[in-house]
């Protein structure tokens, strides 16, 4: 659910979904139709079979870490346009090693200190759309579909 969720997200910003293996789940276009994920084919995805894979297909210098482990508040980056967000699984998060390797990178989003996190399709939401926000929303509207249809009237 948390992939559907984390994929609506990125249809309806434009915004690219990377997945790297091993998931949790079917993306199979048979299991997308019995998910009702009607939004999927506006999701522009890509999938790798790991870390590496993605690496050696991706520059991915400007880039930023969600973890509960981040010395700065995500509010706290400055994101620019072309940036890649990178968020581990709900159970273990981003792996050790590549944390470490980017700490200067590493961003969390303020809460209670007794709650563990957000769920995770919750904090792609909030980080991508700081992120959007603090590049303009390039290539979104902005408006919504009411005020569109009350122009036309």
Same mark, same amino acid.
Not at 3 to 13: D, F
Not at 120 to 138: D, H, K, M, W
Not at 143 to 149: L, Y
């Given at each position: &659910?948390?992939?559907?969720? +984390?994929?609506?997200?990125? *249809?309806?910003?434009?915004?690219?979904?990377?997945?790297?293996?091993?998931?949790?789940?079917?993306?199979?276009?048979?299991?997308?139709?019995?998910?009702?994920?009607?939004?999927?084919? &506006?999701?522009?995805?890509?999938?790798?079979?790991?870390? #590496? #894979?993605?690496?050696?297909?991706?520059?991915?210098? @400007?880039?930023?870490?969600?973890?509960?482990?981040?010395?700065? *508040?995500?509010?706290? *980056?400055?994101?620019? #346009?072309?940036?890649?967000?990178?968020?581990?699984? %709900?159970?273990?998060?981003?792996?050790? @090693?590549?944390?470490?390797?980017?700490? #200067?990178?590493?961003?969390? +989003?303020? &809460?209670?200190?007794?709650?563990?996190?957000?769920?995770?399709?919750?904090?792609? *939401?909030?980080?991508?759309? %700081?992120?959007?926000?603090?590049?303009?929303?390039?290539?979104?509207?902005? %408006?919504?579909? &009411?005020?569109?249809?009350?122009?036309?009237?």
């Amino acid at each position: &659910m948390n992939t559907g969720n +984390i994929a609506r997200t990125c *249809a309806a910003t434009r915004s690219r979904l990377h997945l790297i293996r091993p998931l949790g789940f079917d993306i199979s276009d048979k299991a997308v139709k019995r998910a009702g994920l009607d939004y999927w084919p &506006m999701v522009d995805l890509s999938v790798y079979e790991n870390l #590496d #894979d993605f690496f050696a297909g991706n520059s991915a210098a @400007d880039r930023w870490l969600a973890t509960t482990k981040a010395p700065r *508040a995500y509010h706290q *980056a400055e994101f620019r #346009d072309g940036c890649w967000l990178f968020f581990g699984k %709900e159970t273990a998060g981003l792996p050790e @090693d590549f944390r470490r390797a980017n700490q #200067d990178r590493c961003i969390r +989003i303020p &809460m209670r200190p007794d709650a563990r996190s957000l769920n995770l399709a919750n904090s792609v *939401a909030v980080i991508t759309y %700081e992120a959007l926000r603090q590049i303009g929303f390039p290539n979104l509207s902005g %408006e919504g579909e &009411m005020a569109e249809r009350d122009r036309q009237n």
